[in-house]
């Protein structure tokens, strides 16, 4: 089971991070059976890791801009659907 308190965290909370740190690589859990059955702790503990891997991954793609053709396509789909 992945640590709810990574090293990361523990180095942010005393101050020691860096400003970018480099982007970290994600290792393949083991996911229980998807049948809606609610494993308690073990899938609060895998939604924690995947939340935080794929912040980690893509929260720089999040935060560019959206390039002027699309928010065109956006707009036209807009007055078009009125």
């Not at 101050?15 to 996911?31: F, L, W």
């Not at 924690?48 to 999040?62: P, Q």
Request: some cysteine.
């Amino acid at each position: 089971m992945m640590p709810l308190c990574t090293a990361r965290d523990r180095a942010s909370l005393e101050g020691n991070v860096d400003e970018k740190p480099a982007k970290p690589t994600m290792p393949s859990p083991i996911r229980p059976a998807m049948n809606g059955a609610d494993h308690g702790p073990q899938d609060a503990a895998f939604d924690l890791w995947l939340k935080r891997g794929l912040h980690a991954m893509f929260d720089d793609v999040a935060r560019e801009p959206l390039p002027p053709e699309l928010l065109a396509l956006i707009e036209t789909h807009r007055k078009n659907s009125r």
